[in-house]
């Protein structure tokens, strides 16, 4: 692999590149979350329905996520990031001019597109490092740059939705998806070793990955730990507008403290993954991410009912996350190594589906009048699996006589 020199896309893009296009997909979930509650009342409809585009861009992000991943082994990284980018700013646009809520959730499902960018960014990672303890600390270097961008995001959109309106978050994410269209198609050389074969040939290898059990345990690992972060995605503004009285940008500096362990945490993953080892980092995660929310949901059982405790303990989910997803990732694209796109777009797939139906259930649970208690019980649980899921890992290596 040539080296990486910035700004010529005859050579493979600089980690610049990856972080943001990778943070785009990530802003783009979260910078108007805060707004929810002021975009239901400007277009008459209730949060219930509103809260409906993150779970419907969360399942439509995680059936494209199947397809991204072979289009890219097929026909490489950079036609398809390129394609994705076009696309996902015609439907900014469209969010923009909606006249009302039903067509403002069509463009939204559209704008899940973007999720090639956090897709192909891990398996460019993946093309241009080997070794799989490598590849796991650069995927955490990416990503803890990366969770910048979302940290900041919610805490921008609420200022923004507070002073301008909620328009003017889809304007802002116009604006950086223009710049980033740019910079990738001027610096993100081909990383991807192309294979004449047939899309339909590429979906067809999906059974050497499906039949694995590692790489289901990866997967899962995954879905669960991020699972407990969707599911704060869909009910977190409803707690802090509806339970704790909280203005929109209150909710989205509130929303940082995730962000913060999460950039925490994967400065841990990249300082630490190659020494201590893929597995048992993506354990010491999900154990971080389980302590939080256990202590979490004992002090809500108790009577404890406060914004700073609720928003405060999911630093942890987001300290734990930092250190298990670029591990649990890693580890998923190195089942087999020849096909990485397809093995990151399926297990995107497994973990964004899942985090869709984690942030419809938040959503479904926090009816009039419902406390945070429900939320910080479905995140607990989800935890949980991911707990178990790295076990099964680790269990499972041993028996092939691998590095638990």
């Known amino acids: 692999m040539a080296e990486s020199t910035f700004l010529n896309r005859r050579t493979p893009p600089h980690i610049a590149t990856l972080i943001l296009l990778a943070g785009l997909s990530a802003l783009t979930m979260n910078i108007f979350l805060p707004s929810l509650p002021g975009m239901a009342a400007w277009f008459g409809v209730p949060y219930a329905l509103m809260q409906l585009s993150v779970a419907l861009y969360l399942g439509l992000s995680a059936v494209l996520q199947v397809l991204i991943g072979p289009i890219s082994d097929r026909y490489g990284r950079r036609r398809v990031l390129l394609w994705s980018l076009v696309l996902f700013l015609l439907a900014t646009l469209g969010t923009l001019l909606a006249p009302n809520a039903t067509v403002f959730l069509v463009f939204r499902m559209a704008q899940a597109v973007i999720a ?241 139906a984690l942030a419809a259930a938040a959503g479904a649970l926090l009816g009039p009048g419902a406390s945070e208690l429900p939320l910080v019980l479905l995140m607990l649980a989800s935890s949980v699996g991911a707990l178990l899921s790295i076990l099964w890992v680790m269990r499972r290596a041993r028996a092939l006589g691998l590095s638990a």
């Open 116 to 356: 090639a960018g956090m897709v192909l960014s891990r398996a460019v990672v993946r093309d241009m490092v080997p070794d799989d303890a490598q590849a796991a600390s650069m995927i955490g270097y990416v990503t803890m740059g990366m969770s910048i961008v979302p940290m900041i995001g919610p805490v921008i959109g609420g200022v923004l939705e507070e002073a301008i309106g909620w328009q003017a978050n889809f304007g802002l994410l116009l604006v950086l998806g223009l710049a980033t269209l740019w910079l990738t198609w001027a610096d993100l050389g081909e990383t991807a070793t192309l294979r004449p074969v047939t899309l339909g040939a590429q979906m067809r290898l999906y059974p050497q990955l499906l039949r694995s059990q590692r790489f289901w345990g990866y997967a899962l690992c995954a879905a669960f730990a991020s699972g407990s972060f969707f599911a704060y995605l869909g009910g977190a503004p409803y707690v802090g507008t509806e339970v704790f009285g909280l203005t929109a940008s209150g909710v989205g500096a509130l929303f940082a403290l995730t962000a913060v362990g999460y950039a925490a945490g994967n400065f841990v993953a990249g300082r630490f993954s190659v020494r201590i080892g893929m597995n048992r980092m993506v354990f010491f995660g999900s154990m971080v991410t389980l302590s939080g929310l256990g202590t979490l949901a004992v002090l809500t059982l108790s009577g404890v009912h406060s914004p700073f405790v609720f928003f405060g303990f999911t630093t942890f989910v987001g300290f734990g996350n930092g250190m298990t997803l670029p591990n649990a990732n890693a580890g998923l694209l190195s089942i087999k190594p020849e096909l990485a796109g397809t093995a990151s777009g399926l297990g995107g797939a497994i973990m964004i589906g899942g985090g869709a």
